[in-house]
């Protein structure tokens, strides 16, 4: 039986109120993670502009420190007995489909790899418009926004990124297997009108944040942060389009796995003697262990990085290269799927683990 079957008896809350006038944490917070987040795709766009040698090695190293340790985190709440118990109730949900999406990203990118590309591309964007959608959803909450409000808001951001996306697909020439390392035409003509477009949808969603601020009495201006950004309309290498687009979000779960992490396990006698009450004692052990892990997906995506750029090389390990490629897919894949699960507060289960936690640290 699926988690929404279970859960079918208890209704979804109409708002999720959230502490701090407004804010989901406080101002200095939400700035950082969510306003501020938006620097890091600045950075990787300026230096792919400026200095295009260094795009790809940038590309790299923010894939490993951001892309990677995102896709990581997701395990620690594996490590939470709490929630650890709830997943249990559904093991196919929580543990059998994730391995079955691991072991398919492999034979898909083994005997398809332009599809496994492509898929790994459309499941990167769905995760990160749904997270801007969430998040959203937070603020309205809070603003006590109607369900049809809520929907607008949401339709304008999927909007966003169909036409970036679409523009993306085009671009690149993803079906026709460009490699994601490769430069393209810049297609000046059509950025711009995907560029006009993407803007009247921003100013719409404007437009919404001030309608909504001037009734509520305080305008949520952090909700402009939300959404995508268009690095594919001005960088013409895949690779690296891609990850600057996405750094934001990146940042953004960072953010949120830390303030989950901050107002529930420090000084929690019910985590004393756990995994995640001793790391929450160091940070920077915490850290330094996801990092490593990253460092360790990354050996995953390397063996196919050399292997494009040795015809030679491909040809003797066309298999393991492809087998390797496709795991990495394939724990992203978990990542988006499992993603979609933890995070779904309409059961009260997920409210009661997480959504409690997402609140001023200085409160506790």
């Known amino acids: 039986m699926s988690p929404a079957r279970m859960a079918s008896g208890t209704p979804a809350p109409a708002a999720l109120a959230l502490p701090g006038g407004g804010w989901i944490a406080n101002p200095g917070w939400d700035a950082t993670f969510f306003v501020g987040s938006l620097a890091l795709g600045i ?11 260094l795009a790809i090695p940038a590309t790299i190293a923010g894939g490993i420190l951001f892309a990677n340790t995102h896709n990581l985190v997701t395990g620690f709440f594996f490590l939470d007995a709490e929630n650890l118990t709830y997943y249990r109730r559904f093991p196919h949900w929580y543990f059998t489909v994730p391995l079955l999406l691991l072991t398919s990203a492999m034979g898909i990118t083994l005997v398809a790899p332009i599809l496994a590309f492509v898929m790994h591309f459309f499941f990167t964007n769905w995760h990160v418009i749904r997270q801007s959608v969430g998040i959203q959803k937070l603020y309205l909450g809070r603003a006590k926004a109607a369900e049809v409000e809520r929907k607008l808001d949401a339709t ?26 490769a430069t393209v035409d810049g297609q000046p003509a059509a950025a711009l009108v995907t560029a006009g477009a993407v803007a009247l949808l921003g100013a719409i969603l404007t437009g919404r944040v001030l309608w909504v601020g001037r009734r509520a ?10 959404g995508l950004t268009g690095p594919y309309l001005v960088i013409d290498n895949l690779a690296c389009a891609f990850l600057a687009g996405l750094l934001p979000h990146y940042m953004q779960y960072h953010g949120i796995f830390w303030l989950v992490g901050r107002n529930k396990y420090p000084g929690n006698p019910r985590y004393a003697d756990s995994w995640l009450g001793k790391l ?20 995953l995506r390397a ?24 795991a990495f897919y394939g724990l992203g894949w978990m990542h988006f799927y499992l993603d979609g699960l933890l995070f779904r507060f309409r059961y009260p289960e997920v409210r009661a683990a997480i959504l409690r936690y997402l609140k001023d640290p200085r409160a506790r």
């Open 43 to 53: 950075v990787l766009t300026t230096i792919a502009l400026a200095a295009p040698s």
């Open 280 to 299: 929450a004692q160091d940070f920077r052990v915490w850290v330094g262990l996801v990092v490593v892990a990253a460092f360790a997906m990354g050996l």
């Open 217 to 226: 009495g305080r305008v949520a201006w952090q909700r402009l942060a939300f």
């Open 303 to 326: 063996p196919h990085f050399l292997a494009e750029k040795s015809p030679a090389l491909m040809a003797a390990y066309h298999t393991p290269v492809m087998l390797t490629l496709g």
């Open 156 to 181: 304008l951001i999927y909007a966003a990124g169909v036409v970036l996306n679409g523009f993306a697909l085009w671009k690149y020439g993803l079906l026709s297997g460009t490699s994601p390392l």
